[in-house]
């Protein structure tokens, strides 16, 4: 009894022990196996293969301020005074936490994503040189292409001509959330987008499966738009060139469907990258905004987008059906093959090139036109061409986000500066309310959540 | 004459027997004579008294019958006498309840309450069976000292324990033991009568022994068990509860003829134009008032026509019809019956239990059966095994087409519109607008679509939800004595739970209807189903596992008579895999049980355009976890002389949390205390009315594990296609950034306390009062989001908080006739100290007033903030506030003040809170009956908000009390309805202060009369007890004057009643 009772004991003492042994390897195991950390190329793959949030994640305000729609005094009314202010380009619209999510995180999401992936390939060792340098190539793409956006809407336009040393937007370049946020200034804030789309350039494949990953083409194409934005129209020229040279398919507007509801289908045939917007704004969608009258009239008969693009509302007012990316959002921010034969043809008119310029749009134009109507157009002199190329670019890239830049940009040169207005009439009265070429009010307010929380200079107000 | 020989021989019966005596004593458990005892005869009201050598004696009346003996401090004891007793012997066990020799349980070991220097609070049998309930849990409701239950979130009742050591939610709730181990699973499979009694561990003393989940304290629930030396026994219990209808008028809505007042005003200002008359008329739903109006408006309808028409809708009020074929009272049964004996070597117990509860929502139900049997079995005398299975089954039904009220529309508007007409005379089922306008439905596809009409009552009917649960458990302990002793025990517990959930939603569902129409594709004559014809089914199923296994040492002596020592070592191990998978299948055929199969992959074109290419959605997947602690620990308590004692507790746990090195997870917790027995010292023997005093003190740190610390960010993979992702790819998002500071949570506890009872126990109670502070607290962070990310977790504060509690127990009056009286009142206040969170808008501090944790440095938690308000505008009748100082009417500016400038009132929370309990007894009577309170909070009431109003179809009474014109705002707060609306304005006023309201309250908990008798079955007794108990009685007295619960958010939980019955023989 006593040897049972030592046999006990020392067994018990074991077990004891035993845990403390063994316990390593016991709390090893994930707690849930859909969770990792990054640890493979796949998992990168996967992260930036994640379309919520690195194609469908482009802010509403883009197209929000634009001229190119209006609405109703009664959906106006409706809407939330985040959207009601911005649409009448008030000064200081008050973000509420989804304003702010969309409007300014949403973007820096697609950032966040993409400096992971950056770090993460620092420190997986596995793969080919090509399969990284493509993951690597995409991350800055997505990176790049989402700062120029956000750089569109919360800092002051490139000057070719003066100084970029004023508020740019601030460059989230790693996944550190403990980095605090600053702005800089213009001059790195264009710096860095082009660096970003440059070295991407180099890493990314000619060729992709999915139009939701970016190949060399595309970050060619986001380079033209981004140099005209900055009128580096020489850059621009190049870069469209260099696009057009490796894909430059049109869709012929007589051989698509344009009676249906929504004409054109997600990454058809023109588009080099596949990029939109869900939730940007409520405003956007075809329901609520009317398309202006001076768009809508601008269009000749022959013209099939004026059927392709829109459809009447029933209700005396034009809506938008023309959504490159398909039916799924309220604008397509991607990039297409259309945009760079416009970017082309204005580069070249402004060099002189006026035969060039005027070829590049009638290529793109004898798409649009109804078969057997289309004569190309001529163009007396530079200055002719450029008028109509940029009349013709507006009509083009309709809800393509990029009417809030090129008005930005155009501002800036006496032909082409316009003032924006907006007719409210409750019935009684008409109030108008307008925006001037160049006001601050061009820049939009960073939420105001972002300056309490990090303290960085507000965009200025009068 | 065969009559008067036979009254002679009755006669001389009765005088034979009125002349017998019967003797008898009455001893305790010690074997001493008891004196005083009070004796009841046959329960005839006839009573004798014990003398001072515990001897009575009666002569009977009856042939047999059985004898009550009772003693203040002693549980009530009936024996039985027949025509050949002369002698009785009655042996009389202490009232564990009334005596301080209370033992606790902690999970652990059992210790008497009196050596113990922590904080426990044991909730007895009695206590547990007042109210009936098929949880236990509720049944904990107002009756224990500490224990809060906030039953605001509308989703679930949260409980807390001192108050609330955390700033995250999913950390907010106390351990629950069950059987000596955490317990996993859903705390439904446990039957209220398989409880024997609950044990509260509320200090650091207590809980420390649980480590780094007992920050939040435990509640231990503790099992029947068999109990040996006891002949065979069966006892029954059968009950029925009946709850009342909910009250859909509680909620405080419009009227419906203001309600189409608002719309023909608005009509008026064409404020439906562009809806009406856009292309997309069909995706709005419009009011049958509006149509109307329209017809009207259009020429197909006279003015006349369409007031008439208007005006008959007037009077009615959808709630109605809910009222009548949506809801019922609720109906819950619940039978137990119990069977138990033993012998010295063994013991067993079964328990057999069926609840048939019908829910109050038509269509729902739950049938739960459990089964629950445990032996022991003593081999030796030194060696106890004991085992328990347990298995409980339990089908919950429901209806998955069910509509709430309010009924939510879609199509533009959010809440159904008041005037709704949902079931005609005959019963039938009416269409209402929903997600389509209903003109549109009435035509669409030229009858080759499924009729797309939305009728909610018969959605009841047309989709069905199961959820069918199984719980096994399985547990075996062995106590074997080393040495005298010196234990050696070992603990294995197993749990499964599997549940299937399965949603069925035929074709006749809208759900199904829609989704079918949705993806028709009409051409001409030809008709192509994308999605087939039939019913759509959703089925999950989950299966969770939990091991554990402990070993434990102790030794319990007491060494030359005076220095007892009790001390436990132990290691722990627990492994719990959990997995889920999922899928869904159309085309369902529920009597062939066959489905068809669809397509996934390809987006397809929606009828009409109504929405963009979708997908069919597809839901389902796998998903699996594991869960895994080792912890190790130890407990010693040393008495000197039976006065003082000194305890000491460690533990140290680790778990597979993600984290980054082992070190980093293995968390130290320990505790000591300190007590002395006041009474046991000679110089106070002296006072004899004092009974007994203990003074004790505690400190020591629990804590809370949660989070994931690593350097890395962690991604979850997800292949679950959206209906409307352009690509099909395997895809990961981002779930967490690297966070490798992460600690866990650290609760710091001090407690004092005093236990007194006096005047021969007819007072007794506890003061305790303590002081905590919660460190490390681990919270989701709002980041900047300029990091494209919103939130991290991270340890970003500190709860400094305090509070007492106070029971105590009077017996009013003692004798035939007895009062008891419990009082409790509990205070706690849990204030941010520290708080490195970001903050969150002005806007969302008022919007969620006291509503959610949102800790803010130096306020309580759930803080109530409001904006200041400055009355109407006599002109206008519009809201004002103060900006700097000065009167604004500037919302937008208003809204996002400086939280500085806001009123700050307090906490949402109660921070008072106690009930009051009272019990009297005559005879076999026995009326309890509760009296619950809550003081010191404040709530925001909802009003009425319209921009809601006008684009929602979300009203509120308010409405009726609005500013109309000057001079309103003398008696109203409510601003004037102004057109178009504002949105700004709406919030300013419905988060001032116009609509903060106190929430102290005093409420009727709940009500228990029960009468007991001992009817006679041949020469057996059979001791029943029939009870009648009122839940949720009422409230007496509210603070705030509109009528409203303070504690729910939604409606009120109703009043139910209950009969019962229990048997034992």
């Excluded at chain 1, 009601?84 to 999401?109: C, D, F, I, K, M």
């Excluded at chain 2, 989704?515 to 039939?534: A, C, H, M, R, W």
Aim: hydrophobic share 35%; net charge neutral.
């Amino acid at each position: 009894m006593k040897t049972v009772k030592k046999y006990i004991l020392l067994f018990s003492l074991a077990m004891f022990l035993v845990p403390l042994q063994s316990c390593e390897k016991f709390l090893e195991v994930k707690p849930q196996a859909s969770l990792s950390t990054p640890e493979t190329l796949e998992d990168l793959r996967a992260l930036l293969d994640e379309e919520s949030f690195i194609n469908r994640h482009y802010p509403g305000l883009i197209e929000m301020g634009t001229d190119d729609y209006f609405l109703d005094y009664s959906v106006l009314i409706s809407r939330t005074p985040f959207d009601q202010a911005v649409y009448l380009w008030e000064s200081e619209p008050l973000y509420l936490s989804t304003n702010v999510n969309l409007q300014w995180r949403n973007p820096y999401q697609g950032i966040l994503y993409s400096n992971i992936v950056l770090e993460s390939l620092d420190r997986i060792k596995e793969g080919t040189y090509i399969a990284r340098d493509n993951l690597k190539g995409e991350a800055l793409f997505v990176r790049g292409y989402a700062l120029y956006y956000l750089a569109q809407l919360y800092c002051a336009p490139y000057d070719v001509r003066g100084d970029n040393g004023g508020l740019g937007i601030p460059l989230r370049l790693s996944s550190d959330f403990n980095v605090k946020t600053s702005r800089a200034t213009v001059e790195e804030t264009y710096n860095h987008i082009i660096n970003d789309l440059t070295l991407a350039i180099s890493l990314l494949p000619d060729h992709v499966d999915y139009k939701t990953r970016a190949n060399k083409t595309a970050a060619y194409a986001a380079l033209a738009r981004i140099y005209l934005a900055m009128e580096e129209y020489e850059l621009a020229n190049n870069m469209a060139n260099e696009a057009l040279k490796r894909y430059a398919v049109l869709i012929d507007l007589n051989d698509l469907n344009i009676d249906i509801s929504y004409p054109f289908t997600a990454m058809h045939d023109e588009t080099l990258y596949l990029a939109y917007s869900t939730s940007g704004s409520l405003l956007l969608s075809p329901t609520r905004a009317n398309i202006s009258d001076e768009l809508f009239q601008s269009y000749d008969d022959n013209d099939l987008r004026k059927k392709a693009y829109f459809y009447d509302k029933g209700n005396g007012y034009i809506g938008f059906k023309g959504n490159y990316a398909g039916n799924n959002s309220s604008y397509f921010a991607g990039l297409a093959t259309d945009e760079l034969f416009l970017i082309r043809a204005e580069c070249r008119a402004r060099f002189g090139e006026v035969n060039e310029a005027m070829d590049d749009l009638n290529h793109l134009l004898k798409m649009r036109w109804r078969t057997g109507t289309f004569t190309p157009f001529q163009a007396d002199n530079a200055d002719a061409a450029l008028k109509f190329i940029l009349k013709e670019r507006r009509k083009e890239l309709v809800f393509r986000g990029v009417r809030w830049s090129d008005i930005r940009r155009l501002n800036k040169d006496d032909r082409f500066a316009t003032t924006l207005v907006r007719e409210v009439n409750d019935g009684n009265i008409i109030k108008t309310y307008t925006l001037p070429p160049n006001d601050l009010r061009f820049i939009y307010l960073i939420p105001q959540e972002i300056i309490l929380k990090t303290g960085i200079e507000q965009n200025p107000r009068l | 004459m065969r009559y008067i020989i036979l009254v002679c021989i009755l006669f001389s019966f009765s005088i034979s027997y009125s002349q017998r005596i019967i003797n008898g004593k009455i001893i305790g458990e010690d074997g001493k004579a008891l004196e005083g005892v009070t004796i009841d005869i046959n329960q005839e009201n006839r009573f004798v008294v014990s003398d001072t050598l515990g001897r009575f004696q009666f002569n009977p009346t009856h042939y047999y019958g059985v004898i009550t003996a009772s003693h203040v401090g002693y549980q009530r004891a009936m024996l039985e006498y027949n025509s050949e007793t002369s002698y009785l012997n009655l042996t009389l066990i202490p009232d564990r309840h009334q005596l301080e020799e209370v033992e606790v349980n902690t999970g652990y070991q059992q210790i008497p309450k009196e050596r113990a220097t922590g904080s426990f609070v044991q909730i007895d049998n009695e206590q547990l069976t007042r109210r009936i309930t098929t949880n236990v849990l509720e049944r904990l409701d107002g009756i224990a000292p500490g224990l809060q239950f906030d039953n605001r979130s509308e989703s679930s009742v949260k409980l807390n324990i001192r108050g609330i050591n955390t700033m995250s939610d999913a950390l907010m709730q106390p351990l629950i033991v069950v059987d000596n181990f955490p317990y996993e699973g859903d705390l439904n499979a446990i039957n209220p009568n398989d409880v024997e009694s609950v044990t509260l561990l509320k200090d650091a003393a207590a809980t420390s022994i649980w480590g780094a989940r007992a920050g939040n304290g435990v509640i231990v629930i503790n099992m029947k068990k068999p109990l040996d030396d006891q002949g065979f026994k069966v006892s029954v219990t059968v009950n029925s509860t009946i709850g009342e209808k909910p009250d859909l008028y509680y909620y405080q809505r419009m009227n419906s003829s203001d309600f189409i007042d608002t719309e023909m005003m608005l009509f008026n200002k064409d404020f439906y134009n562009s809806n009406l008359n856009g292309t997309n008329v069909h995706k709005y739903v419009f009011s049958p008032v509006v149509d109307l109006l329209h017809q009207h408006s259009i020429g197909k309808l006279t003015e006349a026509e369409a007031i008439n028409e208007i005006d008959r809708y007037r009077a009615i009020d959808y709630r109605d019809d809910m009222q009548k074929y949506f809801y019922r009272s609720s109906i819950n049964q619940q039978y137990n019956i119990n069977l138990a004996g033993g012998s010295n070597k063994t013991a067993y117990r079964v328990s057999i239990g069926f609840d048939d509860n019908r829910g109050d929502k038509v269509g729902s139900g739950l049938k739960r059966y459990t089964i629950r049997s445990s032996n022991i079995i003593k081999p030796t005398d030194r060696f106890t095994i004991q085992t328990t299975l347990g298995y409980t089954q339990s089908e919950n039904i429901y209806s998955a087409g069910f509509q709430d009220y309010p009924i939510v529309t879609g199509g533009g508007k959010t809440h159904l519109y008041p005037y709704a007409k949902l079931v005609n005379n005959s019963a039938e089922a009416l269409a209402t607008p929903f997600t389509y306008n209903i003109h549109y439905v009435d035509t669409i596809g030229n009858g080759r679509l499924l009729d797309w009409k939305f009728k909610p009552y018969d959605e009841i009917t047309n989709s069905s939800g199961t959820t069918n649960a199984h719980h096994f458990t399985a547990n075996l302990n062995l106590n074997y004595e080393l040495l005298k002793g010196i234990n050696f025990e070992a603990l294995y517990a197993f749990q499964k739970e599997t549940s299937k959930n399965q949603t069925i939603r035929s074709e006749r569902s809208f759900y199904t209807r829609n989704l079918i129409n949705q993806f028709t594709q009409i051409d001409g004559e030809s008709v192509k189903y994308i999605i087939p014809v039939g019913g759509i089914v959703n089925a999950s199923n989950s299966e969770m596992q939990s091991h554990k296994a402990r070993v434990q040492l102790s030794l319990d002596r007491t060494f030359y008579d005076k220095h007892a020592l009790t001390v436990f070592l132990g290691s722990e191990i627990s492994h719990r895999p959990s997995s889920s998978e999922g899928f869904n299948a159309y085309g369902y055929n529920e009597h062939l049980l066959t489905t068809q199969h669809v397509d996934y992959v390809n987006a397809y074109p929606i009828y009409d355009g109504l929405t963009s290419n979708s997908r069919i959605p597809f839901a389902g997947g796998f998903d699996s976890r594991v869960q895994r602690y080792v912890s190790l620990y130890g407990n010693g308590a040393y008495t000197y002389d039976k006065r003082f004692i000194a305890s000491l507790s460690a533990r140290r746990d680790a778990s597979n949390l993600f984290g980054v090195k082992i070190n980093d997870k293995w968390n130290p917790l320990w505790s000591v205390g300190l007590s002395w027995i006041v009474t046991e010292e000679s110089f106070m023997k002296s006072l004899k009315w004092l009974d007994f005093l203990k003074v004790r003190s505690t400190y020591g740190h629990s804590g809370n594990a949660g989070g994931v610390a690593s350097t890395l960010p962690i991604i979850s993979h997800s292949a679950t296609l959206s209906s409307t992702a352009m690509t099909n790819l395997p895809r990961a998002l981002v779930s967490a950034l690297p966070n490798p500071y992460l600690k866990w949570e650290d609760v710091r506890m001090v407690n004092y306390a005093i236990d007194f009872s006096f005047l021969n126990r007819k007072i007794s109670g506890t003061f305790e009062y303590y002081t905590k502070k919660s460190a490390d607290l681990i919270s989701a962070d709002a980041l900047d989001p300029t990091t494209g990310f919103n939130n991290i977790t991270s340890n970003i504060g500190m709860i400094r908080g305090h509070g007492f509690d106070f029971q105590i127990n009077s017996k009013n009056i003692d004798r035939v006739f007895k009062w008891n009286t419990t009082f409790l009142l509990s205070k706690n206040k849990d204030k941010v100290k520290k708080f490195h969170g970001t903050m969150s808008s002005t806007l969302t501090y008022a919007a969620y007033s006291g509503s959610s944790l949102r800790p803010i440095q130096d306020k309580l938690l759930y803080p109530v903030f409001s904006y200041r308000s400055a009355g109407l505008d006599t002109e206008s009748g519009d809201p004002q506030g103060y900006m700097q100082g000065e009167l604004s009417k500037d919302y937008s500016k208003l809204l996002t003040d400086s939280l500085q400038n806001l009123n700050y009132h307090g906490t949402g929370l109660p921070p008072y809170y106690g009930s009051f309990q009272n019990t009297f007894r005559w005879k076999q009577l026995e009326l309890m009956f509760n009296i619950t309170y809550k003081f010191g909070h404040f709530f925001q009431k909802e009003t009425i908000n319209y921009h809601a109003l006008f684009n929602s179809w979300i009203t509120h009474g308010d409405y009726v009390t609005r500013w109309q014109q000057p001079g309103d705002e003398k008696q109203t707060t409510v601003p004037s309805m102004v057109y178009p609306s504002n949105a700004n304005r709406d919030n300013f006023y419905a988060y001032s202060d116009a609509n903060i309201e106190r929430g102290d309250l005093i409420r009727l908990k709940d009500i228990r009369f029960a009468y007991s008798f001992v009817p006679r079955w041949g020469h057996k007794v059979m001791p029943v007890s029939v009870y009648f108990t009122a839940n949720n009685v009422g409230r007496l007295w509210t603070a705030n004057k509109s009528g409203i619960d303070s504690d729910y958010r939604a409606l009120p939980a109703p009043r139910s009643y209950s009969l019962g019955l229990s048997a034992s023989f």
